[in-house]
């Protein structure tokens, strides 16, 4: 399908999904507009890890090389018991050299600033809610309700989020997302001419910690562990400190050293049953209305920017109309090719993200202390045994796009 046939494309959510949707959209000459719910685009969530696979997307949109520079390079990464003893580590060069490509550590701000700005000035709508009215078919546009009334799109791109609307409302039978049994603590921390020489995580019983280093001299400091959903404490800060302050140097002090009142609590919820297709009618779901899935392979926003380039890619094939589309179900054109190409991969990263989550949900000593152990033992191997682990997601390649920067 030529991509000039999709006169008008509609993105539900203003998340890194949903921009990354627009701009892959719009690099190939569809008019879009995202809508989205909240006020501002102030991000939830301080911190994110841009794999090889999100960056090489990213490079299609003319965006990479952007986010490549705001990143701050540190030599090694790998992950240690609350003692501070390293079980595993690797030297950053060898992740670079064998994937051409860093995990670039950026603030989560920053990946929304790039991406808003390669946009189209008035693109995107904040303090916009939109509501899928019907899906739409081969002969009829999908309608979405806004607060300006209801509007036909020949594309809507639904990047709505966990506890997405409009995922209920295309598969209502589909169990939703399950919890995870995590909760999450989130914070950037200033730490002016103190930058931590080691990043990576701290593995316990039942919860974990992890420290990523930023430009402009700010750490990145997350925590997961094992609570009731919907548990809150009422002082988070005190809460990670109670949790964390007597593991290993430099956790304390981070935290000591952070601002309370920027500190972000969620709790893991996870898509672990698969969808039946990641479209239906002229919809596409993307991102964590697709496939949420826990943190644990910092995969989450990497696999929503995936979907996005795959999406554009896909909408450029076919021959117009609701067929150009994939409306009518054929695997190999528009939207039916963009679930064949995304579900098998994403189901397998939220599997794999899923079973790590259940070693660091180990709290028995005898079992803890075999997890540690195997962790040793595979620190001990060479590096390209333990990258070629990695390979089957950091591999990954990104489609062309007709329209695309470079």
């Known amino acids: 399908m030529s991509h000039g046939k999709i006169d008008r494309a509609i993105v539900i959510g203003g998340g890194i999904g949903g921009l990354t949707a627009a701009l892959a959209l719009h690099r190939q000459g569809v008019p879009v507009t995202v809508h989205e719910r909240a006020a501002s685009l102030e991000p939830v969530g301080a911190g994110l890890a841009l794999a090889p696979n999100a960056l090489r997307a990213l490079d299609r949109l003319g965006v990479g090389a952007r986010l490549r520079a705001l990143a701050t390079p540190h030599p090694a990464l790998g992950v240690r018991r609350p003692t501070g003893r390293w079980l595993a580590r690797t030297d950053t060069s060898a992740v670079e050299n064998h994937f051409g490509d860093p995990i670039a550590a950026v603030a989560r701000a920053e990946v929304i600033d790039a991406l808003v700005n390669a946009l189209p000035t008035g693109t995107v709508r904040t303090g916009s809610p939109a509501t899928l009215v019907t899906p739409g078919d081969e002969d009829r546009e999908a309608v979405v309700r806004t607060e300006e009334g209801e509007i036909g799109a020949a594309l809507v791109v639904a990047a709505d989020g ?6 209920a409302a295309l598969f209502p039978r589909h169990p939703g997302p399950r919890y995870s049994g995590f909760t999450t603590w989130r914070t950037i921390v200033d730490t002016p001419g103190r ?19 930023l430009a402009g001299e700010r750490v990145y400091v997350y925590g997961a562990a094992l609570a009731p959903a919907g548990t809150r404490a009422g002082d988070e800060h005190a809460e990670l400190l109670r949790l964390y302050g007597d593991w290993c140097a430099p956790l304390p002090e981070l935290l000591r050293a952070s601002d309370p009142a920027r500190v972000l609590r969620h709790d893991v919820w996870a898509l672990t049953d698969p969808l039946p297709a990641y479209h239906r009618g002229r919809v596409a779901l993307l991102g964590d209305a697709a496939h949420a899935m826990a943190p644990f392979q910092g995969q989450g926003a990497c696999q ?3 979907d996005a380039v795959v999406l554009a890619a896909a909408l450029t094939d076919g021959a117009g109309g609701g067929a150009g589309l994939g409306v009518g179900g054929g695997k190999g054109v528009g939207l039916a090719a963009y679930t064949a190409a995304r579900l098998p991969r994403t189901t397998r990263i939220v599997a794999g993200s899923h079973r790590i989550g259940a070693l660091v949900a180990l709290r028995s000593p005898a079992a803890v202390l075999a997890r540690d152990a195997a962790l040793t033992l595979a620190g001990l191997l060479p590096a390209h045994f333990l990258l070629k682990r990695s390979a089957p997601t950091f591999d990954w390649q990104p489609p062309a796009l ?3 920067a470079h």
């Open 304 to 306: 929503a920017i995936e």
């Open 402 to 404: 007709s329209g695309q």
């Open 162 to 167: 966990i506890h997405s609307a409009t995922r």
């Open 195 to 213: 930058h931590p020489s080691a990043a990576g995580e701290i593995w316990g019983r039942g919860r974990l910690a992890g420290i990523v280093p």
